[in-house]
């Protein structure tokens, strides 16, 4: 099991960052791709960024591409996403989810483990 927790989340004016950490514990975390979606109300889960259990391989959807930045610290356990020039259609649920396959991938049946999400709302 790989228990996941985010934080970060809040509310911002459009054109503000925010930072969004994630913490695991269980299983090494080191073993796993991690990955970030979101789900704003009414729509399905999107997938936003993942990065490979090394970290030297990142994915971004286009939507977020050039704004968004998914790292990680092996050590310490942790994947943030810094979120830059934050538009109101970015506003929704975040969250966080393992892969035992490594790899960075948007496709949400590839995680085994989801954190219970931290919000994030953006006004125009």
């Known amino acids: 099991q790989v228990q996941l927790v985010e934080s970060g989340g809040g509310l911002v004016q459009a054109a503000a960052s925010l930072r969004l950490s994630c913490a695991a514990s269980g299983r090494p975390f080191s073993n796993y791709a991690m990955g970030w979606f979101r789900q704003a109300p009414g729509k399905e889960r999107e997938w936003v960024a993942a990065?490979?259990?090394?970290?030297?391989?990142?994915s971004y959807a286009d939507s977020v591409k050039g704004r968004f930045t998914i790292s990680r610290d092996n050590a310490k356990n942790t994947v943030t996403l810094q979120m830059n020039s934050l538009k109101p259609e970015d506003t929704a649920v975040y969250y966080c989810a393992a892969s035992p396959t490594g790899w960075p991938d948007p496709r949400p049946y590839k995680y085994d483990y989801w954190g219970q999400g931290t919000q994030v709302t953006v006004s125009s």
């Open positions: 990065i490979a259990r090394s970290g030297g391989i990142t």
